[in-house]
């Protein structure tokens, strides 16, 4: 099943601190007819994804989906969440907020990483570099940094939520049923919010800005965002979602040829080359940030935005 997305008035009226519910007869992920046997409960934003207390007063998108895909997503966002969390390599958190704090370290204990195989406490990211020094030995460096998550992972989590939207923004309410993104989904790369303003993301931001948007989603007080936006004449989307305020993922939608015409304009990241040896080599990237004037990733035009919107 496909459909174009169409943000009608109920839609754009909806409150934002109330849930929006679908009765949706199929999975909106996988496209499974749902059944009482098969269907579960499903809130798009995870009440656990977030901090305790930031989906309380807020708006939610709750629908149906099959018991195995409600299961892996929740086994995606356990150590995602819990990692998403944690503060960088300086002890700095994103944001300035006790409830983050306090989520950070319990589910640092509690999630199990699923690069490392541990608790997310103890999955702090290591990296040994050896090489040549002078000619009279080796050099030896090691970097640590903040618990990683596997980036199949991130790119996965994100096109589940991208794909929930999407039903909703082509939801019929008398049938009830939503439309299936035509082509696929094809992520281009996740950042930390120290690296928002890399070149990839920059790039992006100024490619699709001006599409029109279809969906804005600021949700659980800001720890949770999601823009869904519709190129003029391609049948291609551009998605973002962006998790605890640390955590951004970009993508494309659509057509191939679409969207591998559109993705021409992201050039690839620079990286410059400390040490080329014969059977290993180091290269590093600095991080680029970005300043909250420049930040249009979530740019919604002042003309198109819903009631209450900020």
């Not at 977030?50 to 929740?74: D, F, M, T, Y």
Request: proline share 6%; charged share 25%.
């Amino acid at each position: 099943m496909t459909g174009l997305p169409t943000m009608d008035n109920e839609l754009r009226e909806l409150p934002l601190h109330v849930p929006i519910v679908l009765h949706n007869k199929r999975c909106p992920y996988c496209g499974v007819a749902l059944t009482t046997d098969n269907s579960t409960k499903e809130h798009v934003i995870g009440r656990r994804f977030v901090p305790r207390g930031k989906l309380e007063g807020q708006w939610n998108l709750i629908l149906r989906a099959c018991r195995p895909c409600n299961v892996r997503k929740s086994d995606l966002e356990d150590d995602i969440s819990a990692i998403s969390m944690q503060p960088d390599m300086w002890g700095r958190f994103a944001v300035d907020d006790e409830a983050l704090r306090k989520e950070s370290q319990r589910k640092a204990r509690n999630s199990i990483s699923r690069l490392s195989k541990k608790a997310v406490a103890e999955s702090r990211s290591q990296l040994e570099f050896k090489a040549p020094f002078m000619g009279q030995g080796t050099m030896t460096a090691t970097f640590t940094g903040p618990p990683q998550a596997q980036s199949e992972r991130v790119f996965e989590l994100a096109q589940m939520q991208v794909a929930a939207f999407f039903h909703l923004i082509t939801y019929n309410r008398e049938q009830q049923t939503g439309g299936y993104m035509l082509g696929g989904y094809f992520p281009i790369m996740e950042a930390l919010r120290s690296d928002w303003g890399n070149p990839v993301h920059r790039t992006f931001m100024d490619q699709v800005v001006e599409w029109e948007p279809r969906f804005m989603g600021p949700g659980a007080d800001g720890f949770f965002k999601i823009i869904i936006r519709r190129h003029p004449t391609l049948v291609c989307w551009s998605w973002a979602v962006e998790w605890n305020h640390k955590i951004r993922v970009i993508g494309f939608a659509g057509e191939r040829p679409a969207v591998e015409e559109v993705a021409k304009a992201i050039p690839p990241l620079q990286v410059q080359s400390m040490y080329e040896g014969l059977r290993s080599s180091f290269r590093l990237r600095h991080e680029v940030s970005i300043s909250d004037d420049d930040d249009r990733l979530f740019y919604w035009p002042q003309s198109d935005r819903p009631d209450g919107e900020t």
